[in-house]
């Protein structure tokens, strides 16, 4: 049986990583052995580049047996890497070595490096970047599916998502929304009040698989983790005293007594500081109590006077703050009816406050407030309901036993010339000092509480039993805590210390039980659960499939089978998609599909990335800044009603003509927000409104009421309060109505006629306003000229799939202009699983500017010289295909020059939302055409006339159906695929074309294969 490795703490975690395995080898190198076969390899493929007379790239080959170590390492290295992603020979020459050939040199090269622990290219290929290495064609010939797939035993680090997940649920947070009418809880939502924590796992932001098992632990993340454990810690000790042992039990019946403590000594100080006057009056006569105050003194303030020239600030400007006001007005409030006028009230105020030792600095600001400001604060408290909203504390003894105690303690400690706080001060020290002693006397906690305690910590942390071993080091370690730091401070170290334990931050998934003629073993039952949960949520197993674990019922395909099938048929959770599109004017950004399997395809595509890329409101010509989120919000939502349908979902990600503009996703409430603007539209177009007055519009009174239009106070009979206008809202409507409206539209958009408060014409179904409208700009959509579709998706011009939505675009486009290569690469490695290797660091990667010319014959002009186009015949003729768009995402037939030089009309910088504010600059024609090859299917590769082709023939190719599979094997693995996963991604093929196109047909076959369900030592 494979034994599980202990967990350890992340520090201990992190100095492994500089341990032996990873420091270079001092061991004295040994000569090359350079086979002769090997020298014959070299003499025919390489020297003739790359010897004593021809030293390409500075590189020589004919004196390897001579070099020092180091450099013969380096460059075996690099030798190793060129050879095995088969860049060298360049393949534009024509004496290429044979397959055999080439792996004897590989293997030569590995041998060596091997020997010298200096071997690097294994740990490259695991990088996603590298995963397209593995030949396609043999991976889906069948050749190799007799092989046995199997992934090697692995912890890996959690990743920025599950991270949130496992403190909201260990710091109790559990954060809802409004969803269609109902209170949902939601997950995804990490905004943690009363916790200050930062997530040290944030994945890549790149397109493509972003979380891999090959991340390793550094010092970044462990100081990260250490604030955040103590965080954590202080914010569990803080629930479990304010749920009174309802959560963290164990800690609260340690912690009890003390907290008991502290919360009579916070109501004692309370009291005292709030009726200290009183309690004095009572302990002492009066002639006594006068004795033993403080020597008064006085602060010396002057009122402004006002002249011409000198003004006052007005009392808004004055204000010391809510907690001060507060003082000053109970201040006053006592002593008022006893002062004979404000200059006594204001004194006896003062003396009140340097009796309780206040310090000078405050009580002069408070004294010149007053002398300045009394008058109109006294206006203001009357008129805002001062008294209401800050009433005193009212004097209500406590029981007799805590008032003799209190009036003991005060007589014991009370020296003349004490202020108030001086008492208070001393009194709680007594206190304080007597329930510690009190404590000591009772003993620490026990064994049991000490034992419940890690108990607890580990069910609640790490989320399990703690083993026999785990049991006795942690009471151990508990009790010692205890006895150097006492109960408090032991219970928090505690909590910091299994925070730390590298199980909190690592997966586990390790073989165990006997191992099958393949030397494979199946992963123990609960690390099966962690890991088909942690494939589709970000969170822990729920209890079904916790249940399943715990009675024997993950031990087979079949079990995997039910249980990956239920959770994908789940849809009574709610996920925030992405914080970031949501907080900007609340877009609804959710989903009830497990989260991960849209996050692949969001991932995939990339195009959140257009998020981070600035981008000019001016050239956008309107508000590109609140288009952008809904920009991407929607793009979700069209992933999101595909993987619903689950039909042939690849290829309507790529042609699909129907899209979201500017929608809810409730086609029922869009149509009833259209039809409302309708209703008012064909209310009072035939009435002379542009001319109406108060009288006229109180005559519609009970239709305004009715319609409840923006702004337009009809439930309060039209009066106005403050800004407010209604007469001018009404028209600034039905202006904006009747431009939507007038050339005979059906239905018009909903967007909202001018900015103010309250409610617009459409909301999200989270129940805010629906903003962003401008996104149909990047349609081409002209939003008062717009027959608005209701029901959505809906068919849009110049649009098939996912590579023509505007945020795709914006994502692989620049600050100001498109990117042809960028566009052309992602097709390349996403869609056709093909390479393109780095850009030399000797190459300057910048295309010039020239504003006489279109971007396809710039970048033909710098791109098209031989040594370059050997990787740009790659990705240019697929990029240049999207020239029909511009870097907004917007088809266009002709090119804006924007320069100065070319500048046509300068139109303005700001407008109304539906005019287009664009620069008319001069244009050239765009050409659009491009050419596909790669799909090994002659049908399909060749010409294509512009972007919607080449996705349309994209859709139909079975490499590009076969290259998405590999990255959805990526993303549900955590590692590349190799040929011995070659049966699981055949099989998942398969799976999708029996199904018609179910995406969810090939996430059960990847969860339930052999890649999936078996771990191989790593020895192996």
Same mark, same amino acid.
């Given at each position: ?71 013969? *390492? ?122 200050? *924590? ?823």
């Amino acid at each position: 049986m494979t034994s599980i490795p202990a967990t350890t703490c992340l520090a201990g975690s992190l100095l492994c990583l500089t341990g032996p395995g990873l420091i270079a080898q001092s061991a004295k190198p040994t000569a090359l052995n350079m086979p002769q076969e090997i020298e014959y390899l070299l003499e025919d493929y390489c020297w003739k580049c790359h010897d004593n007379g021809t030293t390409k790239g500075d590189i020589r080959l004919d004196n390897l047996t001579e070099l020092p170590l180091d450099e013969r *390492l380096d460059l075996f290295n690099r030798m190793h890497e060129q050879a095995y992603l088969e860049h060298m020979p360049p393949k534009d020459e024509d004496d290429q070595p044979s397959a055999e050939e080439r792996d004897k040199l590989i293997a030569w090269i590995a041998q060596d490096l091997k020997a010298h622990d200096a071997e690097k290219l294994g740990a490259k290929l695991k990088m996603p970047a590298y995963g397209n290495y593995v030949d396609h064609q043999k991976l889906f010939s069948g050749d190799y599916a007799d092989l046995n797939g199997a992934t090697p035993d692995r912890r890996w680090l959690i990743s920025e998502y599950i991270f949130d997940a496992k403190f909201n649920r260990l710091l109790r947070y559990d954060p809802n929304r409004t969803i269609d009418g109902k209170r949902v809880r939601v997950i995804g939502d990490n905004n943690r009040r009363g916790v200050n *924590l930062t997530n040290p796992f944030l994945l890549p932001t790149d397109s493509g698989v972003r979380y891999y098992d090959n991340t390793t632990l550094d010092g970044g993340h462990l100081l990260t983790m250490l604030t955040n454990a103590r965080e954590a810690s202080a914010y569990i000790m803080y629930l479990a005293e304010r749920n009174r042992g309802n959560v963290f039990p164990a800690v609260h019946a340690i912690m009890k007594q003390e907290w008991e403590d502290e919360q009579t000594l916070a109501e004692r100080e309370r009291f005292l500081t709030d009726f200290m006057d009183q309690l004095l009056a009572d302990i002492y006569d009066e002639r006594r109590h006068q004795e033993l105050l403080p020597a008064f003194v006085p602060v010396e303030v002057e009122p402004v006077e006002e002249s011409e020239d000198v003004k006052k600030a007005g009392l808004h400007s004055a204000n010391l703050g809510n907690e001060e006001m507060k003082l000053m007005y109970h201040t006053v409030l006592k002593h008022q009816d006893t002062a004979r006028d404000d200059p006594a009230l204001i004194r006896a105020c003062e003396r009140e406050w340097f009796n309780y030792g206040h310090s000078e600095r405050q009580i002069t600001m408070r004294v010149t407030f007053l002398h300045n400001y009394f008058d109109s604060w006294r206006e203001s408290m009357v008129k805002y309901n001062y008294a209401q909203k800050n009433k005193p504390p009212v004097y209500k003894p406590r029981s007799d036993e805590e008032m003799e105690i209190i009036r003991s303690t005060i007589v014991k400690h009370r020296q003349e010339g004490d202020t108030y706080q001086a008492i208070i001060s001393k009194c709680v020290a007594d206190w304080k000092q007597g329930f510690e002693k009190k404590r000591v006397e009772g003993g620490v906690a026990d064994d049991e509480q000490i034992g419940t305690l890690v108990l607890e910590l580990f069910h609640e942390i790490l989320e399990r039993e703690p083993s026999p071993q785990d049991a006795v080091e942690n009471f151990n370690l508990a009790k010692s805590y205890i006895g150097s730091l006492g109960n408090r401070g032991a219970v928090e170290k505690m909590i910091e210390t299994l925070i730390l334990n590298s199980d909190f931050v690592y997966r586990s998934e390790f073989g165990v039980g006997e191992a099958d003629e393949h030397g494979r073993r199946m992963m123990s039952p609960r690390d099966a659960a962690y890991a088909i949960s942690y494939a589709l949520t970000d969170s822990s197993p729920d209890a079904e499939l916790l249940e399943a674990a715990e009675n024997g019922e993950l031990r087979s395909r079949e079990d995997y089978k039910r249980e990956v099938t239920r959770l994908l048929s789940k849809r009574d959770q709610y996920y925030i998609i992405d914080e970031a599109v949501e907080r900007q004017n609340r877009t609804a950004n959710f989903t009830n599909l497990p989260i991960r399997k849209l996050r692949f395809f969001r991932e995939f595509f990339g195009y959140p990335q257009m998020l981070s890329i600035f981008k000019d409101n001016k050239r956008f010509g309107g508000n590109y800044e609140n288009s952008k989120y809904r920009m991407v919000a929607e793009a979700d939502r069209l992933v999101e009603h595909i993987l619903i349908g689950d039909e042939k979902v690849f290829e309507k990600l790529l042609t699909t003509e129907e899209f979201y503009v500017f929608h809810s996703g409730d086609n029922e409430a869009m149509t009833a927000s259209s039809e409302r603007i309708r209703k008012i539209y064909d209310h009072f177009k035939d009435t002379d409104w542009r001319n109406f007055e108060n009288e006229d519009l109180e005559k519609h009174v009970d239709f305004l009421n009715e319609v409840e239009m923006r702004g337009v106070n009809a439930k309060q009979g039209f009066k106005d309060k403050g800004r407010q206008n209604s007469l001018r809202a009404f028209k600034t409507a039905m202006e904006s109505f009747s431009l939507r409206l007038d050339n005979g539209e059906k239905a018009a958009a909903p967007f909202v006629s001018f900015p103010a408060h309250g409610p617009g014409n459409a909301s999200t179904r989270t129940g805010f306003s629906l903003t962003g409208e401008e996104v149909a700009k990047s349609y081409n959509i002209d939003l008062i000229n717009w027959d608005y579709p209701t029901n959505q998706p809906a068919k849009v011009e110049h649009r098939s799939g996912m590579l023509t939505h505007p945020a795709w675009l914006i994502a692989f486009a620049r600050n100001t202009e498109t990117d042809p290569i960028h566009r052309g690469k992602w097709i390349r490695e996403k869609l056709l699983a093909g390479t393109i290797p780095d850009v030399p660091i000797t190459v300057d990667a910048v295309v010039p500017e020239d504003h006489t010319k279109t971007m396809r014959t710039r970048l033909a002009e710098r791109t098209e010289e031989a040594y370059c186009w050997k990787c740009h015949e790659h990705m240019n003729p697929l990029g240049n295909a999207f020239e029909m768009y511009d870097d907004f995402g917007r088809y266009r037939m002709e090119e804006f020059l924007e320069h100065p030089d070319n500048l046509i009309e300068k139109r303005p910088d700001k407008g109304q939302a539906y005019e287009d504010l664009r620069d008319i600059y001069k244009t050239l024609p765009v050409v659009s055409t491009g050419r596909l090859e790669g799909t090994d299917d002659p049908e399909l590769d060749g010409e294509v006339e512009d972007g919607i082709e080449l996705a349309r023939r994209l859709a139909k190719s079975d490499r590009v159906r076969q290259s998405i599979i590999r990255h959805a094997f990526r993303y549900f693995m955590g590692r590349n695929e190799t040929l011995s996963d070659s049966k699981t991604l055949i099989d998942a093929d398969q799976a999708y074309l029996e199904s018609g196109g179910s995406f969810d047909a090939v996430i059960v076959s990847l969860l339930t294969s052999d890649s999936f369900l078996y771990r191989i030592s790593t020895k192996n």
